[in-house]
């Protein structure tokens, strides 16, 4: 079992930057593809971004492509999301996730470990 915890919701306005991280707890996550997934009200659960074992490889939504950036700190057991240049449609809630495949998904159906997410709310 894995436990993830997020943090580093906020609100912020329009431009601005915040970092959230995810804290695992109970397995290391090396062995885990990490990802962040965010929900906004009455909408499914998106994709956002993911990062293979090593941390080598990254894959993110078009729609954050530029502005935000995904690392992990395996030593640490923790995934950060960095957020730039923030947007009022980038408001949702972000959830962390791990994957025990070794290979790449964006489907939330492919993680096995999820967090409770944090609140992030871009005002204009």
């Known amino acids: 079992q894995v436990q993830l915890v997020e943090s580093g919701g906020g609100l912020v306005q329009a431009g601005g930057s915040l970092r959230l991280s995810c804290a695992a707890s109970g397995r290391s996550i090396s062995n885990y593809y990490m990802g962040w997934f965010r929900q906004a009200p009455g909408k499914e659960r998106e994709f956002v971004s993911a990062?293979?074992?090593?941390?080598?490889?990254?894959y993110y939504v078009d729609s954050v492509k530029g502005r935000f950036t995904i690392s992990r700190d395996n030593a640490k057991n923790t995934v950060y999301l960095q957020m730039n240049s923030l947007k009022t449609e980038d408001t949702a809630v972000y959830y962390c996730?791990?994957?025990?495949?070794?290979?790449?998904?964006?489907?939330?159906?492919?993680?096995?470990?999820w967090g409770q997410g944090t609140q992030v709310t871009v005002s204009s």
């Open positions: 990062i293979n074992r090593s941390g080598l490889s990254t």
């Open positions: 996730a791990a994957r025990i495949s070794t290979t790449y998904s964006n489907n939330p159906g492919g993680y096995n470990y």
